[in-house]
């Protein structure tokens, strides 16, 4: 079957974050202040938080490839000019050798999903493999950890390149792992974290394999993940996950033929909306909620030949349009035309029937 077009959300990436600060004394002082992001921007991104798992906002992103640069030659043999630190021998500092890994992989796959490149995947999957060489469940149990879970990610953002289920499965197995250390009693946001990406994989591998199974377990980790999140101290993270929790069950809906995993979608958009609206995060996310939720409807209206709901639908995308266009992705804008659309012509069609 072909799922509807839905929108989901990503928090910022942590990890990333973490590598690009931590890389920063390899760099010369001008690239330091070049790091520094340009907030003087006069146009609204209506991008943020829907790029991909590598999002980050506390660095600019011009200095990612001189930070690559700076990592792979602090990992050679031979001394480097271009880096003030010092290079660092694994036979001599296996853990720090292993933690310079672990920040390279980062970084690549942060290339990797700017260029859409597949290669950078592949060598950030690799950094990380090289790290957990070094860094043993049993020794290091938290930079295990850690590296699992840069792993799983590398991967899920793999899968979603390439449209291919073994990424998936390998995100899923090193997620996994990851909370055998980060349980949500002693770690309880890393465990957080970890399940929502857990759903967010299993949603993208279900929507692959077309398969239900891989579905539902996507709405049990985003509901696993909303037991710890509050709006107050995560509010990006709530919205996210209550949006992409609904994103499954809207997928699932269809899959089933099940209006009530549609209504249950519908719900959990709403939430994702509300908060986002009472958090006062960027307009565009709640509008992103509001498009996923209209949508969701409109297969409702469609599933259940419902002309009221369709003209409401078709009501409400024009409303969207109209009052927010502004705050619209080109492809998202052209989804709402065709939603609205579509559901106008649901309403003309059950007319003519009666």
């Known amino acids: 079957m072909r799922f509807s077009t839905n929108y989901i959300l990503y928090p910022r990436n942590k990890a990333l974050e973490q590598a690009l600060a931590n890389s920063l004394g390899r760099l010369g002082d001008e690239w330091v202040k070049a790091a520094t992001p340009d907030t003087r921007v006069a146009v609204a991104d209506n991008f943020l938080h829907t790029r991909g798992n590598y999002e980050q906002h506390r660095f600019s992103s011009n200095i990612l490839e001189r930070v690559r640069e700076a990592l792979e030659g602090s990992l050679t043999a031979t001394p480097v000019t271009v880096t003030p630190a010092p290079n660092i021998s694994r036979d001599q ?199 996923n939720k209209t949508t969701a409807q409109n297969v409702l209206a469609e599933l259940t030949s419902d002309t009221g709901l369709a003209e409401e639908v078709a009501d409400e995308f024009e409303v969207i349009i109209e009052c927010f266009s502004h705050a619209l992705q080109p492809l998202c804008l052209r989804h709402c035309e065709e939603q609205m659309s579509k559901a106008r012509s649901l309403t003309l069609a059950n007319s003519a029937s009666r």
Not at 210 to 231: E, F, M, P
């Open 93 to 291: 500092e296996p853990l720090a050798w292993a933690e310079t890994q672990n920040s390279l992989g980062n970084i690549l796959a942060a290339l990797g999903q700017q260029r859409r490149d597949t290669e950078l995947f592949e060598r950030a999957i690799q950094c990380f493999s090289n790290a957990l060489e070094e860094f043993r469940q049993e020794d290091s149990p938290l930079e295990w950890a850690v590296t699992q879970y840069n792993l799983g990610t590398a991967n899920q953002a793999l899968g979603r390149l390439l449209d291919a289920t073994r990424p998936f499965s390998n995100a899923v197995d090193a997620y996994t792992k990851a909370m055998l250390v980060w349980t949500r009693d002693k770690y309880p946001e890393d465990w957080m974290f970890t399940m929502h990406q857990l759903g967010d994989t299993l949603h993208a591998h279900g929507k692959l394999l077309k398969g239900n199974r891989q579905l539902q377990k996507s709405v049990v980790a985003y509901k696993n993940a909303l037991a710890v999140l509050d709006a107050d101290n995560y509010p990006l993270e709530l919205t996210a996950t209550h949006n992409n929790r609904a994103a499954a069950l809207h997928h699932l809906g269809e899959s089933e033929e099940n209006p009530d995993r549609l209504k249950e979608a519908i719900n959990s958009y709403e939430k994702a909306l509300t908060v986002s609206m009472e958090q006062q995060l960027p307009i565009h996310l709640a509008v992103l909620c509001r498009v």
